[in-house]
């Protein structure tokens, strides 16, 4: 099992021991983004955990070990990150990451559906 396959299989089990809402994982370049109310709460790119921690929790999250900002486009998007494998090493770290990136998601609202 490759490095990104494994961690998206814990990131699985974090992800539904965290929370009963209905989550959606969608398949993405490179890994996969696991879904709440259509958003964007945790992924992961290769072999690394993307995580949604909101503009508030940034510059504290960042200092933790493994994290950086995300920079997908080569601009630091603030609130996003990624974290490296000693970041996420034990299931604990693994389920602080979760629960931030949860506790940021259940803030942003659900974007209304457009007309078909």
């Known amino acids: 099992m490759a490095c990104g396959e494994a961690l998206a299989a814990r990131l699985r089990v974090a992800v539904a021991g965290a929370t009963k809402r ?3 994982e969608r398949k993405m370049s490179g890994g996969s983004a696991f879904m709440i109310d259509g958003k964007g709460c945790v992924g992961v ?21 493994g994290a950086r900002t995300m920079d997908f486009t080569h601009r630091p998007m603030l609130g996003f990150l990624f974290i490296e494998a000693a970041g996420y090493r034990t299931a604990q770290d693994l389920d602080i990451w979760v629960k931030w990136s949860l506790d940021y998601t ?7 559906k457009g007309k078909s």
């Open 22 to 24: 209905p989550v959606v």
């Open 45 to 65: 790119h290769e072999k690394r955990l993307m995580v949604r921690v909101g503009p508030g929790k940034h510059e504290e999250t960042v200092k933790e070990p």
């Open 106 to 112: 259940a803030t942003v609202p659900v974007k209304k």
